[in-house]
């Protein structure tokens, strides 16, 4: 090991145990390029400058005296924050390098521009603060990074201006708060050649979800050019999710979510004047384009599993792709700090208890909601406006407003992405925050009373005005056991997400229509016949949302296979029940364009819906691209827990009739593991269990269907509502038969309707008959879990 008293040390020769000397950040490159090279993780060569370097400089400059003056002066409240430390960084651009330590970069510059065959190799200089005492301290994001530094003579001046950021005004403050002796804290300088991520793109990654703190999931963000306006969060990136565990299988590509940024500008290099970078509008085309491919994301996201496993912890990494090579590189890593280090045992639940105008739409950072006057701040010379307890509206913050920002209730900014500094910020101090509105400046004003909602999925929303709503914590660490199954109903694929942590044994109703309605939102055979349209404005919208799309029908069969993914991931391996669509006609209808092939009906409840359309011609194409989703999602992303379930099927020849069509599209029941369920929501469904039991393997019970077939009561019917009764004993009596029947014929059955949520002994009667899963909303589970297990005990005693 080299000496201590190093002014500087290249990042092969450096490890973790160096932190004390070259600040975490920079151990963590030579930790990278040591230990991990062999696993195929590319990270740009460079050295770092140590704190010893850092500390012959204020020596050389006999500054300790000038910056023991004002840092005690500031303490005493006899100087400013901003004049003191504008007077201290003052001092540092006065000052000069002592010969040994510029003689020490310059020659381990000059060997860079060896090992990469360049006379003047373009760098990255960013700093790395450190405490010999504390080398586990934290620091990020406090100091300065300078990118596309060119020759000696910027790199001497680059290292100088790192030094001086250890003393901007926010620098200052983040020690004051926590207590560190500005003395003690050293600085250390990395110098890495720069990716030449302006001809492609760059971003950040993290191995666990950023919002849910789900552990088997790697987030990606990704912009064109350098990564830097990733990092401040002055563009929407791309954002990507991959699924930790299926990514040993090389076969599969588990990608579950792409969702496509607007990605406003890029940051390139430039020559001349002072600066080194300057940001450009991006193309109509690159707007419109992912910034990686699969392949990419996949690398990336593997990597990130290596990285995690080597340093045991959830990590929170930086990448670029050189536009020159084609190749990925990592160039930082960090452990991250926010959802790795909350508690697993208990459950955060925000509701809003009424609805009020919609102002604005984001992304959602925090799971949280919260109420209060708008503070409208544009310049961050302006955050002295700032009044405690109010919801910051701006474009973007930058680590300067964090002052504001812990005392705010609430962010939402125009700019940014779940990576972005407003998101991590929001995360660590605990508040919400609704990102990457777009226009949330113009349509706020100023003390305007506002509600931000991110408990809502994967969008954040600001409702003008105060609104009422609820907090729960939920208790998840002494839930007994229940020998039968407790299953949820589930259909945003956010929602999945969210919920991962409450112990299910997985999803028994994933709903397909809300993925075709919200996500997808056009009918599917508009996209298989979208030349013979006859709605010129459905076509235009049409050819609004799949854009980029050769053949149309694949943006269907894309959106909904990575709407079933999300959903189903967080429960791998256990089952998750995916229903084919159950919409009626005049739902399909209003899809864009499905009115060219719905038919009017005066009863859609009972008319052609579910199994009905799928052999037929007047939908068979569009079931088709139903099948070919459930496929992908099985066999391309690899989530071989996908059961399908068929609805409203009337009678056992058109089960058969389904099955041959799904066959057709290559899902045959029982190879690689399919299985097909059926819902029991028909009375003929229960009287001839035995001979729908021949071709499924399992029942599940649509309680609200099948009670309003037995009693003959529209459910939707206000004048009827006291009749619609799921308890009333002719349908607990076809429950019952059915358990029986199926369990004769050793198929599982489980229920999925609203009944067991609603009522406790109704769940109590469920547990008596023998079911074998109940499927409940989320909000139920915890309730019925408590419920099922007193049953259980009542049943054995």
Known sequence: MMSDQAFTRRFETLSAEDTGSVGGKNASLGEMIGKLKEEGIRVPGGFATTAHAYRAFIEHNDMQGDLRSLLKALEAGDIALDKAGREIRSLFSRAEFPEDVAAAVNDAYEKLCEQYDEQTVDVAVRSSATAEDLPDASFAGQQETFLNVSGSHELLEACKKCYASLFTDRAISYREEKGFDHMKVALSVGVQKMVRSDRAGSGVMFSIDTETGFPDLVVIDAAWGLGENVVQGTVTPDEYRVFKPLLSDTANVPIIEKSLGSKEKKMVYTRGGSRTTRNKDTSKAERRAF???????????????????????PMDMEWAKDGDSGELYIVQARPETVQSR??????????????GEELVVGLSIGQAIAAGKACLIMEAEDIGRFEEGSVLITEMTDPDWVPIMKKAVGIVTNAGGRTCHAAIVSRELGIPAVVGTGDATDVIE???EVTLSCAEGDEGYVYDGILDYEQQEID??????????????????????????????GIGLARMEFIINNIIQIHPMALVHYDTLSN????????????GYENKSDYFVDHLALGIARIAAPHYPNEVVVRMSDFKTNEYADLIGGQDFEPQESN?????????????????????????????VREHIGLDNIVIMIPFCRT???????????????????????????????????????QFAEHVDGFSIGSNDLTQLVLGVDRDAADLAHLFDEQNEAVRLQIRDLIRMAHEAERKVGICGQAPSDHPEFAAFLVREGIDSISLNPDSVVDVIYQVAEAEADKQS
């Open 476 to 505: 998840l660490e002494h839930l007994p056991d229940t020998r039968t199954r407790i299953m949820m109903n589930v259909a945003s694929p956010a929602a999945a997400l969210r919920w991962w942590r409450l112990p299910c044994s």
């Open 446 to 448: 100023n003390e305007q």
């Open 652 to 690: 056992v020849e058109e089960l058969r009739r389904v099955l041959e069509v799904m066959a057709e599209n290559g899902l045959v029941r029982g190879e690689n593991g399919l299985q097909v369920y059926v819902m029991a929501e028909i009375p003929a469904n229960i009287i001839l269990a035995d």
């Open 342 to 355: 909350k508690q697993a045992g208990t459950l955060q639940r925000y509701a809003l208890k009424e609805k």
């Open 291 to 313: 910034v990686l491919d699969d392949g990419e994301i996949v690398q990336l996201a593997r990597w990130a599993v290596v990285i995690e496993r080597h340093y045991n912890t």
């Open 604 to 632: 859609p409840m009972l008319g052609f819906r579910g199994a009905s359309r799928y052999y037929n011609d007047r939908y068979r194409d569009g079931f088709a691209l139903e099948c070919r989703a459930v496929r992908k």
């Open 536 to 547: 010129k404005q459905a076509r235009k919208q049409i050819d609004e949302l799949t854009r």
